[in-house]
């Protein structure tokens, strides 16, 4: 098993930034794929950006290319998402995920551990 816990949400004026972290325990020794994903009311949840744990090779939505970085800290096993020039429909509980696999992984449906998440909420 392997336990995932989010931080760093919180409220931001648009055109603000906020870094996401995921710290994971548990059973970690072993190669994850890692990723982040959001939900807003009423919607579905929806990929945002992934990592593979050895490499480092990244993927990202269109919706935040050029806007989120993804990285990830093997040493402390911790996962981030820096999120910069935030727009309000950005706004959404941002998961942090992690499934067995070596290559990346954009398939919600693939991922076999996830965070409680944390809420980002950004104003006009």
């Known amino acids: 098993q392997v336990q995932l816990v989010e931080s760093g949400g919180g409220l931001v004026q648009a055109g603000g930034s906020l870094r996401l972290s995921c710290a994971a325990s548990g059973r970690t020794a072993g190669t994850y794929a890692m990723g982040w994903f959001r939900q807003a009311p009423g919607k579905e949840r929806v990929f945002v950006a992934a990592i593979r744990w050895v490499g480092g090779t990244t993927h990202y939505a269109d919706s935040v290319k050029g806007r989120f970085t993804i990285s990830r800290d093997n040493a402390k096993n911790t996962l981030y998402l820096q999120m910069n020039s935030l727009k309000p429909e950005d706004t959404a509980v941002y998961y942090c995920?992690?499934?067995?696999?070596?290559?990346?992984?954009?398939?919600?449906?693939?991922?076999?551990?996830w965070g409680q998440g944390t809420q980002v909420t950004v104003s006009s």
């Open positions: 995920a992690a499934a067995l696999e070596t290559k990346i992984v954009i398939n919600r449906r693939s991922y076999d551990y």
